[in-house]
């Protein structure tokens, strides 16, 4: 997109994108608990649900624009702040990347939007849940549309901040207010690498006289900074990783995905839409998007590829030993965005994204159907107290068989080509190892089992719950059945767009994005060369491809025997391995250990801290203010001793003086006339005297 | 016998017996007395120099007759005012004894 410049035009309606939801948001922020008390809960889930797709449709409409004007759709709305000689623009930018997630973000968006005004019916918090429904959506256009990495890191708050709301929805409940703000602060360790890696960015580039951050212009000065470190670091490596940091945050990868598991607690439509099909994802995003970078930092690379094998396979194997149907997903989710990562650090960044597409489907489908599931077990989540729901809720047993069919990788389904194509990319790719293809393929292989544990505890066998909860056992209406089965059909055929010319497809997905990624110019020769490596060898594609299907049916045949064969062997097995069961089960005891590590030492830092502002610094003030104390005291006697006796003194002498004086006021008018006479009598002879003399 | 002396000092004693009379007496009306005393020896000593002091041409001025009569008028006067007050006074605290009079003391 950068190096064919003069192919992005100017298209306004992109700010109508963001500016829908936005607007519902605002409305139904301001005015709704008025609209829900006097009105009641439509209209407030029908101006929500016409922002989202409303938002859906201009997408649609700017996705063509797109397609017919072959380069990218940019809208420069107004400039954000000026600083020096650095300008950021609020400005959108819709290439095929951008295009990919949008349509993800709105179209899965919209659906949960209907399924929510099901879900949450009787709520209390409607507006309020679709208030920040809304801002989500927003918050997550705002993230993928904007043009350079300040905007995208303003959107990426956002949806931290939409998460946290929306995780503690039910805020009353101690320990689910707890979860968001658990997911809060995580994401706020994760947030400090990203500032670290924007402001080195920002550094690097205004040293090389290019004073802007937009994608495009550092993609297009990238070279620039090659050469140059930070800290003794290669600079692009190290940006490369503090960005990691961030998006290992945000996307819950290895060391800060616990909040994740956690943040189930929010209503399900919300895990579906931001704790598994958008927000986590974003990190993958982000990292697509600054694949020019990171294509010229194998470093950051590799680290990325790691950690992403890491948690797959990490993760996956907690979600065996899960028995909360939304933690198993969680944990999938989790292991999902592992393989993302996996396909990203290994440079295939549009299969990367392609994963991204299809697990927003499939996931999402998964999430809604647990919700459905829960909803119709009257809140119960034990997937141990489940059984047998495939009759009584065919439909939604029906959608939620089809997504797993899609995660497990079974051909045909969605998330095979996906899935297929990071784990070839995995081994054969640019920057691909076999180590990360086995790690990947024996994450497949958990996957599956794990997966179909679920179904198959949950939905056949014999019902195991209390007779009054299956007394109740009802399909859920058809405002939450109708996006479970859109979402059904888009988990199935979601990856037929991207069907790989191995398997007769045509790959278009990889090619309407290539585009992006190989652009050919500075850095097409890494891809390029990635591409070479592709072609080299179908018969080794097919081999593996094979290999991991069957890995994938190995998993699922297990969890047939274990689960539905022969549901008496887990317990033994159990049993054989306690201590492995324990710990697995305890999720590796990592949030113990956090707690007694990282944990401990903030609040041993924080309490060490609050003795310092005890003792110095309260001490300081104290100090202080008894010295003025003092200075007081005797300011105060010296006024009152010496400025107010002088006063006084006056006007006590002045008193006596009077009481002297008021003696010879008698009151005998007599003395009077006498001491008249008398002063006659003085005068008369001092006259005399002096003129006798005279 | 008929000299100025003479008539000098007969106001003399005339004034002595005014002073003592309101140094001495209790009663406010016989203080009055005194005071009339007073205004008459000083009346008496105007019309003594008007008789026996001549002026610059040799004619006896009637300055000290003026004089005279204006005390004339001015004791009747101030006879009339004071015997009111002191009719004022006794109503007020029914007594007219100036040594129980004590209400300019300070």
Same mark, same amino acid.
């Given at each position: 997109m950068h190096e064919t410049a003069g192919a992005i035009r100017e298209f306004g309606l992109l700010k109508a994108i963001l500016l829908l939801p936005l607007a519902g948001a605002i409305w139904n922020g301001f005015f709704g608990k008025w609209v829900q008390r006097r009105f009641g809960e439509k209209p407030i889930s029908i101006v929500a649900t016409a922002a989202a797709a409303g938002s859906f449709l201009v997408s649609l409409v700017s996705v063509l624009a797109l397609r017919s004007a072959d380069g990218a759709l940019a809208d420069r709305i107004y400039t954000w702040f000026s600083a020096g000689d650095l300008s950021v623009p609020v400005a959108l930018l819709l290439d095929p990347l951008s295009s990919v997630m949008i349509l993800v973000v709105t179209g899965v968006g919209s659906l949960i939007h209907v399924y929510s005004i099901g879900y949450m019916h009787g709520d209390g918090g409607y507006y309020r849940y679709f208030a920040f429904l809304n801002l989500f959506l927003f918050s997550m256009l705002t993230l993928v549309l904007g043009d350079n990495i300040l905007l995208l890191f303003v959107g990426w708050e956002g949806v931290g901040l939409c998460s946290y709301l929306l995780i503690g929805f039910w805020f009353t409940d101690r320990e689910k207010a707890a979860a968001g703000m658990k997911a809060f602060l995580t994401n706020r360790i994760g947030d400090l690498g990203f500032i670290v890696g924007v402001f080195a960015l920002w550094w690097l580039f205004a040293g090389k006289g290019v004073h802007s951050l937009a994608f495009a212009d550092m993609a297009r000065s990238i070279r620039l900074i090659e050469g140059e470190t930070v800290l003794g670091a290669p600079a692009l490596a190290f940006i490369g990783i503090a960005l990691f940091v961030g998006a290992a945050g945000k996307s819950a990868q290895i060391p800060l995905y616990v909040w994740l598991p956690d943040a189930m607690a929010g209503p399900t439509p919300v895990s579906a839409l931001i704790h598994a099909a958008t927000m986590v994802t974003a990190g993958v995003y982000m990292i697509a998007r600054m694949h020019f970078l990171y294509t010229l930092a194998p470093a950051a690379l590799a680290v990325v590829a790691i950690v992403g094998a890491a948690t797959a396979l990490f993760a996956a194997t907690i979600g065996i030993a899960q028995t909360d149907i939304k933690k198993v997903l969680a944990y999938s989710t989790v292991s999902q965005l592992g393989y993302m990562m996996i396909g990203v650090g290994v440079g295939a960044y549009a299969a990367g994204i392609f994963h991204l597409m299809t697990h927003a489907f499939f996931k999402a489908c998964l999430f809604l159907s647990a919700g459905s599931v829960i909803h119709a077990m009257g809140g119960e989540q034990d997937i141990r107290k489940m059984g047998g729901l495939r009759k009584k809720m065919p439909l939604t047993f029906l959608s939620m068989f089809l997504a797993t069919l899609a995660i497990a990788g079974i051909p045909g389904f969605s998330g095979f080509f996906s899935k297929d194509e990071i784990l070839w990319n995995a081994w054969a790719g640019p920057h691909g190892h076999p180590l990360l293809w086995a790690a990947g393929a024996l994450g497949a292989g958990i996957t599956a089992f794990y997966m179909f544990r679920l179904v198959f505890l949950a939905f056949f066998g014999e019902c195991r719950a209390s007779e009054e909860t299956k007394h109740h056992l009802h399909e859920s209406p058809r405002v939450v059945t109708t996006p479970l089965l859109a979402l059904a059909a888009l988990s199935v055929a979601g990856g037929w767009v991207g069907i790989p010319e191995a398997l007769g497809g045509k790959s278009r997905f990889h090619h309407f994005l290539a585009g992006v990624f190989s652009? &050919? &110019?500075?850095? &097409?020769e890494a891809i390029a060369h990635g591409e070479q490596a592709v072609h080299a060898s179908r018969s080794l594609e097919y081999l593996l491809m094979a290999a991991s299907v069957l890995i994938a049916l190995g998993g699922i045949a297990l969890a047939h025997r274990l689960y539905l064969a022969r549901p008496d062997l887990p317990g033994r097995i159990v049993s054989r391995a306690r201590l492995l069961h324990r710990i697995v089960e305890n999720k590796y005891y990592v949030d113990e250990i956090y707690r007694a590590t990282v944990i401990r030492f903030v609040l041993v830092l924080s309490r060490a801290l609050r003795v310092f502002d005890d003792f110095v610094v309260d001490g300081v003030v104290n100090l202080s203010g008894w010295v003025v104390r003092i200075v007081a005291l005797v300011s105060g006697w010296f006024d009152n001793t010496f400025v107010d006796g002088l006063v006084n003194a006056v006007s006590n002498g002045t008193i006596a003086l009077g009481a002297r004086a008021r003696r010879l006021q008698t009151g005998a008018v007599q003395s009077y006339v006498i001491a008249v006479f008398a002063g006659i009598l003085l005068l008369v002879l001092l006259y005399m005297g002096l003129s006798g003399r005279a | 016998m008929n000299r100025l002396e003479t008539y000098l000092f007969i106001s003399s004693v005339l004034a002595a017996l005014g002073f003592v009379t309101i140094a001495s007496r209790r009663n406010a009306v016989a203080i009055l007395m005194g005071i009339e005393l007073l205004l008459n020896a000083a009346a008496l000593n105007f019309v003594a120099f008007g008789r026996f002091v001549k002026n610059a041409a040799g004619t006896h001025p009637l300055d000290g007759q003026i004089f005279a009569i204006f005390i004339l008028v001015l004791a009747a006067a101030e006879a009339a005012i004071l015997l009111a007050v002191i009719i004022a006074i006794y109503r007020q605290s029914e007594s007219i004894d100036v040594e129980r009079l004590r209400g300019l003391k300070g």
């Open positions: 652009p &050919g &110019g500075a850095h &097409g | -």
